[in-house]
């Protein structure tokens, strides 16, 4: 069993950045695949990006390259989202869920952090 | 990238109707198919992996189908608690894409 539990709500204005943590408990971090996906009003889930710690590897959806950076502090077992640029489309909610590295779903997922960009 | 298209997009059913949704694929996912159910203010929680796999837990009124580029989730007797928006996902390739959901409501 894995638990994912997410930093809170952030408020931000249109050209910051945002940086969502993801706090991994019952497996470490070097063991689990993180992927992330938001889900924004009108465009559903989106998949952002992930990690596999396993041959070092980050991939990016390329709507989000350039924008969004994955990274992870083993030590604290906890992975992080930063995403820079920010405008009012980037309002949603953001999740941190993972897949077993046999399988091909997302089984776990975080509570979800809302971002909202305003002015 | 795959582009994965529900329908119907909403639909309104009674306690114990029969209930299908179907998800197609604009290019071949093999049987790398997923369905979740999400509730209002939570995250999506898995129920069908691998087309028609029910994740653990999940209630055998639940059951999935399909290869390749046309699925379905069928729910054999709705429940009050299957009030929801149900999505599925692609995992064949990257980018992992998901269909936009259709949103079961009480008729």
């Known amino acids: 069993q894995v638990q994912m539990v997410q930093s809170g709500a952030e408020v931000k204005k249109p050209g910051a950045s945002v940086k969502v943590s993801c706090k991994v408990s019952?497996?470490?971090?070097?063991?689990?695949?993180i992927h992330w996906v938001r889900q924004v009003p009108g465009e559903g889930l989106e998949w952002m990006g992930g990690?596999?710690?396993?041959?070092?590897?980050?991939f990016y959806a390329q709507k989000f390259q350039g924008r969004v950076s994955l990274t992870e502090d083993t030590s604290a077992d906890t992975a992080y989202m930063e995403l820079g640029s920010l405008t009012s489309e980037d309002t949603g909610v953001y999740y941190c869920t993972t897949h077993p590295r046999s399988g091909t779903y997302y089984v776990y997922w975080g509570q979800g952090t809302l971002v909202t960009v305003s002015s | 990238d795959i582009q994965m298209t529900q329908s119907p997009p909403s639909l309104s059913a009674s306690v114990g109707d029969r209930v299908t949704i179907t998800c197609r694929a604009s290019?071949?996912?093999?049987?790398?198919l997923n369905w979740y159910q999400q509730r209002p203010g939570q995250a999506p929680e898995l129920l069908i992996y691998d087309a028609s796999k029910l994740e653990r837990g999940v209630p055998s009124r639940f059951s999935g189908g399909g290869f390749g580029t046309d699925f379905t989730l069928t729910i054999k007797s709705l429940q009050s608690e299957d009030y929801a928006t149900y999505f599925c996902?692609?995992?064949?390739?990257?980018?992992?894409?998901f269909g936009g959901g259709t949103r079961v409501e009480i008729k």
């Open positions: 996902q692609q995992f064949h390739s990257v980018p992992v894409t």
């Open positions: 290019q071949h996912v093999g049987k790398n």
């Open positions: 990690f596999d710690p396993e041959d070092g590897e980050t």
């Open positions: 019952g497996h470490t971090l070097t063991e689990i695949i």
